[in-house]
C-alpha cells in the first residue's frame, strides 16, 4: 500500500501563501487532498489524477488554490493562496488506484481512499 508523508503546513497570517507537499512511495491513480477543521466533518479540496493529470478543485476554493504533481518526485503539491482564517484546519492527502472512470466525479468521497497521510496542520490569524 502505498505510503504517504505531508510537509509544508505551518501559521501564517491572512493573505499569505502556503505550498502543501505530498510524497508517495508507490502507486496511485488518483491523489487528493482533504482537510478537517474542529468540530467539522472531512472535507476536500483538491484531487489530481496521476495519470492524465486532470485536477479538480472543490467550487469554494478555486482562484485560491490549485493542486499539481511533479512525477519524477511522486510527489503532488497543493499551493493555497491569498489564505482566510477559515482555512485553518489539519490537511490531509490521500491516494487510491482507482481511476477517473471509476470515481465518476467522487473524488471527494474521503470513504473511498485507502491511503491516507498523517496530516499537517495550516493555521491562519486574522
Known amino acids: 500500500q502505498v505510503q504517504l508523508v505531508e510537509s509544508g503546513g505551518g501559521s501564517v497570517q491572512a493573505g499569505r501563501s502556503l505550498r502543501l507537499s505530498c510524497a508517495a512511495s508507490?502507486?496511485?491513480?488518483?491523489m487528493a487532498w482533504f482537510r478537517q477543521a474542529p468540530g467539522k466533518e472531512r472535507e476536500g479540496v483538491a484531487a489530481?489524477?496521476?495519470?492524465?493529470?486532470?485536477?479538480w478543485v472543490d467550487d469554494s476554493l478555486k482562484g485560491r488554490f490549485t493542486i499539481s504533481q511533479d512525477n519524477a518526485k511522486n510527489t503532488v503539491y497543493l499551493q493555497m493562496n491569498s489564505l482566510k482564517p477559515e482555512d485553518t484546519a489539519m490537511y490531509y492527502c490521500?491516494?487510491?488506484?482507482?481511476?477517473?472512470?471509476?470515481?465518476?466525479?467522487?473524488?471527494?468521497?474521503?470513504?473511498?481512499?485507502?491511503?491516507w497521510g498523517q496530516g499537517t496542520q495550516v493555521t491562519v490569524s486574522s
Open positions: 489530481i489524477y496521476t495519470v492524465g493529470g486532470s485536477t
Open positions: 508507490g502507486s496511485s491513480n488518483v
Open positions: 490521500a491516494a487510491d488506484l482507482r481511476r477517473e472512470a471509476e470515481l465518476v466525479g467522487r473524488h471527494f468521497v474521503a470513504q473511498l481512499y485507502k491511503a
